[in-house]
């Protein structure tokens, strides 16, 4: 059974910084994608930033240059680090891993990210 365990949101002032970790338990045979999603109320999940197969990164265009994704793979963990936040970024984030031929999606509980002054 795969498990993904978000942790470091919070609420931080505009122009602020958080650093999300996202640790993956499991057995995990083939990872397509590995990344963080957002979902604020009424919308739907949007991508914010992923390694996909290969080894390149995708970003949102709204995150480009303040958000870096990362990993440990000898800790199994993912991180997002967020600079710059600004109360557009205001959202629950999901940590996401695409497995498999058939792209089997597993996430995350999620963790809320406030940025308010």
């Known amino acids: 059974q795969v498990q993904l365990v978000e942790s470091g949101g919070g609420l931080v002032q505009p122009g602020g910084s958080l650093r999300l970790s996202c640790v993956v338990s499991g057995s995990v045979v083939i990872v397509n994608a590995m990344g963080w999603y957002r979902q604020t109320p009424g919308k739907q999940r949007e991508l914010v930033a992923a390694f996909v197969r290969g080894g390149s990164t995708n970003y949102a265009d709204s995150v480009k240059a303040r958000f870096t994704i990362s990993r440990d793979n000898a800790k199994n963990t993912v991180y997002l680090q967020m600079n710059n936040l600004k109360p557009e970024d205001t959202a629950v984030y999901y940590c996401?891993?695409?497995?498999?031929?058939?792209?089997?999606?597993?996430w995350g509980k999620g963790t809320l990210v406030t940025v308010s002054s």
């Open positions: 996401n891993v695409r497995s498999g031929l058939n792209n089997m999606d597993y």
